[in-house]
């Protein structure tokens, strides 16, 4: 089982603590890194946040969210083994051209290391200050992706959509193995569904053991329904409340089908942060790669 650190941009925001945190992190053997997004955080919210049961989102309007993609562009040359990916990247709130071009240009100067994270968006007050339609954005995309992969596949692209149009085009440099992975997240059914048409990979909100292992078996029937074999879909999950026990946590996790645990780095804050996450590296990665 692989080991990622998850929502790291949002603990280590000045250069000093992002160097440090992925430096330590690659040393003591997690796989991946991850950053969160969003770009604006409105003063006056009513969508509910899907992730809590108050539908509150757990972060104040100042609380800091770099960019996942230039702060994972900063920490790349540093951690030189770790998978750079975000958690979640909101897809729809961006111009695919440019998004298709940042993103070969991270992967190329990282060697392949690429994943994108992606969701459609649960906040509409942040589409509305941008600028972009709330509406349809699951379609929008979709859309994207597809005209992404066209651009990647090689020169003398051209896409014909409904959100997007270009004739022949080449967007280089292009990705060191052909494309980026896709990893779609979200809990709904229209998520589970996206994983299977369009991912290599799935990263629900649900943090629950036990809800995970229903909500793991519903994507394995919506990708046997489909004609495509559910072990193809990497599954990476929230390790949150099993830090409480974090070996039965990891056995939990691989029962119900977890290929990748997603431990939160929030839980390595503060004056021994950096020695917490070396103590759980040392007890946790060696029993996750056991069950691998």
């Not at 440019?98 to 992967?107: M, R, S």
């Not at 051209?158 to 149009?165: L, Y």
């Not at 939990?252 to 503060?270: K, L, S, Y």
């Amino acid at each position: 089982m692989k080991v990622g650190l998850a929502f790291a941009s949002s603990i280590a925001i000045d250069a000093e603590s992002s160097l440090e945190i992925c430096r330590v992190a690659d040393s003591v053997g997690f796989e991946s890194v991850w950053g969160g997004e969003h770009v604006i955080i409105p003063d006056i919210i009513e969508s509910k946040y899907p992730y809590t049961e108050d539908g509150k989102i757990p972060a104040e309007p100042d609380t800091p969210i770099p960019d996942p993609l230039i702060w994972l562009s900063y920490i790349a040359a540093a951690a030189p083994n770790l998978r750079l990916g975000t958690c979640i990247l909101i897809v729809p709130q961006r111009n695919p051209l440019v998004l298709a071009k940042e993103l070969a240009t991270l992967d190329v100067l990282s060697n392949g290391r690429v994943e994108l994270g992606l969701g459609v968006g649960w906040l509409e007050e942040e589409f509305t200050a941008l600028g972009v339609p709330w509406a349809r954005r699951g379609a929008r995309n979709d859309e994207y992706i597809a005209a992404m992969r066209a651009l990647w596949a090689g020169p003398g692209a051209e896409f014909h959509g409904e959100f997007v149009n270009f004739d022949p085009v080449t967007c280089s440099p292009r990705p060191v193995n052909g494309a980026i992975p896709v990893v779609v997240g979200g809990d709904s059914d229209a998520a589970l569904k996206r994983a299977v048409r369009l991912a290599d990979g799935y990263f629900p909100g649900e943090g629950d053991s036990g809800e995970l292992g229903k909500l793991l078996a519903r994507l394995r029937q919506t990708a046997e329904a489909s004609d495509r074999d559910p072990d193809s879909i990497e599954v990476s999950a929230i390790f949150g409340a099993q830090m409480m026990d974090p070996a039965n946590g990891v056995e939990q996790m691989a029962t119900v089908g977890v290929d990748r645990i997603m431990v939160p780095a929030f839980f390595f804050t503060g004056p021994e942060g950096l020695d917490n996450l070396r103590k759980f590296a040392d007890q946790v990665i060696p029993i996750a790669r056991e069950v691998s």
